[in-house]
């Protein structure tokens, strides 16, 4: 999630002369293996401007605005599951208990994992 919010903090700041972000940045961005028309319709259904000279004020895309870009462009719907899955859906953490038993179980490494984690 880190990561994540340094990405969108970064694409914050590098505004136009107009002080706005730029659409054609973002689909730089995101870019890797998309088309751009995909990109375009996320920030359509966002509520955001889509068009490929548009610009987006800074203080409309929020870091849940751009959380939900990155879903929609490149959604990791096995992770959740995953999650959901150890986590029996109760909390949006997992506790230390839970991950050891993770690792140690289902793990593809679990052989390796076992001797390290351990408890």
Known sequence: MTCLKKHWMRMCFLTNV????????ITRTFASGKTEKGIFQALKDL???????????????TFDIFYALTQKICPRTDIEELFKKINGNKSDYLTVDQLVSFLNEVSSLSFINFSVFCL
Do not use: H, M, Q, Y
């Not at 107009?18 to 940045?25: D, T």
């Not at 509520?47 to 895309?61: M, Q, W």
């Open 47 to 61: 509520g955001l401007p889509s068009g490929k000279n548009d610009e987006i004020e800074p203080a409309d895309f």
């Open 18 to 25: 107009n002080g706005k972000i730029p659409v054609r940045g």
